[in-house]
């Protein structure tokens, strides 16, 4: 019964940090769109000075930068997600990535 409650908890923590990945990710995508299109309104006008369409599609981004780095934070701190196994404080200087490089003899690194 216990066996089959963490293999139940491991694919849910999955299923979540998939959702949230697409969040995050879809979300950074609205945002350089928004900051994209103000830029371009603004871009039209005397000195460049946004004009109110250009200001609230740049606040309205700045608030999803906001959320989607919360968003990215939570699949890093809370779900591990992309965080090597040995980092931490006391961590080696240079992490590994489990995948080895075979260079030819004298090659420089």
């Known amino acids: 019964m216990a066996r089959r409650g963490l293999l139940w908890s491991a694919r849910d923590a999955e299923r979540v940090a998939r ?5 995050h990710g879809a979300g950074n995508l609205v945002v350089l769109v928004l900051f994209t299109v ?4 603004r871009a039209g ?7 109110a ?9 700045l608030v999803l930068t906001a959320g ?5 934070g939570e699949l890093v701190d809370r779900l591990g997600v992309g965080v090597d ?4 404080l ?10 080895s490089v ?3 003899h004298g090659a420089a690194l």
């Open 53 to 61: 369409a250009a200001l609230t599609l740049a606040l309205v981004a």
């Open 90 to 99: 006391n961590a080696q200087r240079k992490l590994t990535t489990g995948i």
């Open 102 to 104: 075979r260079r030819a």
């Open 38 to 41: 103000s830029w371009l309104v």
């Open 45 to 51: 006008t005397v000195g460049n000075v946004p004009d």
């Open 19 to 23: 959702r949230i990945g697409i969040l």
């Open 68 to 72: 989607t780095g919360w968003l990215g």
């Open 85 to 88: 196994d040995d980092a931490g």
